[in-house]
């Protein structure tokens, strides 16, 4: 437990609220209303108008799923057990979803959740659109075409990206479009005195690499993206500089860096363009002033910064995401939050808006009562892990055991089998001066260290990683041989991946 004070109980003079939770992926906090002036988000910017803007909330882990399984019940991956991209969270483990329909709400998912195994409903009542990915270990992956491998940590990315498109943008379309519906069959249903509320969840896929937009939108942001603002430190960790060089990223030329840069403000464009559609959907069915709108990611993206990509770092690039929440009368309009908050947090705040049961053993509080006080008492102090058990192909074959600790204006991390770092982030927001051996520091170092380690054993880690390895070993061989049935998949097309002619490059 994070040891935070309790939310202070927001008075509703509402009915219970209904829920829109728009939920992207790889989402770096680039947007307008996050001070970016080249990238066109005019939806999230009137969304963050309407509402309250976090600028320092965390993710529980910067990679997909882990982070996503932790969010689902808020618990971090060391209490959830789901590390890396290919553990599976236990099924008895109870998820918002639950607690939400316990508390009276029909509670649906559109698109992307990213879960493994038999349980693809995670408490869900209704999945509209299924993931675009296997549902076992070891199922037929989906077919990226000319763009296979520029999902993933690999060079590829930067060399396969530019103007184009990506199946999942297709995916993400679907699923705006299912939502959509979902929407206005809610809209009819109320305007025929049905009063249960909604919890509807959307998830996409975007911005997440490939690195491919429209060509309309890669010629509208040509030239205008800045370059990467963080060079690699003269005195970089190891742990990074190996995994520049292992991904094959360290000899990046200029033009696949901005060529991929500008690609993926594309990819912000399009989705704000998404969340824009929804929210009009939501004004139309006349649903808008009663709604909880939560907009968030589950971890962000480096996009060239000290010369690293994707994510898997505990860098404020990669471990940041966006927050954005709104409830016409609750949240207070055109309001900033400074407070460090987790999308476990996230969790919890949810659900004391809606009324609904806190979620047994979580490790998220809510922060409700900021919304009413923006001086109530709030500790400042979040955390983040980073475990790769180093089985998929992009991993370099290395087990990487991390953990930071983000109190106030300090940032900790921890390397199991590396020196550490600590950061000052009010003074050294980009984190570059490492004052991990400044003697200065040393009492700060300790006492973050004992933080980030307390209640928490690499070393049982990774004996527990050795043991999911078996384990999973095992589920692969069985879904090879037997090919089980998805459960709920979403069928991708690689004849929806495309990229203009490569040698479309940004001065032509």
């Known amino acids: 437990n994070?040891?935070?004070?309790?939310?202070?109980?927001?008075?509703?003079?509402?009915?219970?609220?209904?829920?829109?939770?728009?939920?992207?992926?790889?989402?770096a906090p680039i947007a307008g209303c996050y001070g970016d002036e080249i990238v066109q988000t005019p939806n999230l910017d009137r969304l963050a108008n309407s509402g309250t803007l976090f600028t320092n909330c965390y993710c529980p882990s910067p990679i997909c799923l882990p982070s996503r399984m932790s969010f689902l019940p808020a618990r971090e991956p060391h209490r959830q057990g789901a590390w890396t991209n290919r553990d599976i969270l236990p099924s008895g483990i109870p998820t918002f979803a639950h607690s939400l329909g316990a508390a009276g709400y029909d509670t649906v998912l559109a698109g992307r959740m990213h879960s493994i195994g038999p349980d693809q409903m995670r408490g869900y009542s209704r999945r509209l659109v299924g993931d675009h990915s296997a549902n076992w270990l070891g199922g037929v992956g989906h077919d990226l075409g000319p763009l296979a491998k520029a999902n993933d940590p690999w060079r590829e990315s930067l060399t396969a990206s530019g103007?184009?498109?990506?199946?999942?943008?297709?995916?993400?379309?679907?699923?705006?479009?299912?939502?959509?519906?979902?929407?206005?069959?809610?809209g009819r249903r109320r305007a025929e005195g049905d009063s249960r509320p909604f919890a509807l969840t959307i998830g996409w896929i975007l911005p997440h690499a490939p690195y491919g937009c429209s060509p309309e939108l890669f010629e509208s942001y040509k030239?205008?993206?800045?370059?990467?603002?963080?060079?690699?430190?003269?005195?970089e960790h190891p742990h990074y500089e190996w995994w520049r060089k292992d991904r094959g990223v360290a000899d990046a030329t200029p033009t696949e860096t901005m060529r991929a840069r500008t690609a993926y403000y594309g990819l912000v464009e399009t989705v704000d363009t998404m969340i824009g559609r929804v929210l009009s959907a939501l004004k139309q069915a006349g649903l808008s002033d009663n709604t909880l709108v939560i907009y968030t990611s589950d971890h962000g993206e480096h996009l060239?910064?000290?010369?690293?990509?994707?994510?898997?770092?505990?860098?404020?690039?990669?471990?940041?995401?966006?927050?954005?929440?709104?409830?016409?009368?609750?949240?207070?309009a055109n309001q900033s939050c400074e407070a460090v908050v987790n999308l476990t947090d996230v969790t919890a705040t949810m659900l004391d808006i809606a009324?609904?049961?806190?979620?047994p053993n979580s490790q998220g509080q809510s922060f409700a009562g900021v919304f009413e006080d923006p001086a109530m008492p709030w500790s400042d102090e979040t955390f983040c892990e980073y475990v790769n058990d180093?089985?998929?192909?992009?991993?370099?074959?290395?087990?990487v055991i991390q953990r930071m600790v983000r109190l106030g204006r300090y940032k900790y991390i921890y390397h199991h089998g590396h020196r550490d770092q600590l950061f000052d982030l009010q003074d050294d927001p980009q984190e570059l001066c490492d004052l991990i051996n400044d003697p200065a520091f040393a009492g700060v170092g300790q006492r973050l260290r004992d933080r980030v380690l307390a209640g928490w054993d690499p070393d049982a880690i990774s004996a527990s990683l050795a043991t999911n390895g078996a384990d999973q070993a095992m589920l692969e061989d069985w879904a090879?041989?037997?090919?089980?049935?998805?459960?709920?998949?979403?069928?991708?097309?690689?004849?929806d991946n495309w990229l203009t002619p490569l040698s479309y490059e940004l001065n032509s």
Request: no cysteine.
């Open 2 to 27: 994070q040891n935070k004070s309790h939310s202070v109980d927001i008075e509703m003079t509402k009915p219970q609220p209904d829920i829109l939770l728009l939920y992207s992926d790889q989402h």
């Open 304 to 332: 060239g910064n000290r010369g690293l990509w994707w994510k898997s770092t505990l860098y404020d690039e990669a471990a940041k995401v966006p927050l954005i929440m709104s409830l016409p009368g609750v949240i207070p």
């Open 223 to 235: 030239g205008k993206v800045p370059p990467p603002s963080i060079a690699p430190p003269e005195d």
């Open 163 to 186: 103007p184009g498109r990506s199946a999942y943008e297709t995916y993400d379309n679907a699923v705006t479009e299912a939502a959509i519906d979902q929407l206005e069959e809610i």
């Open 390 to 399: 180093g089985v998929p192909p992009w991993a370099g074959g290395r087990e």
């Open 480 to 495: 090879k041989a037997t090919r089980p049935t998805d459960l709920l998949r979403w069928e991708m097309k690689a004849e």
């Open 355 to 359: 009324g609904a049961k806190a979620l």
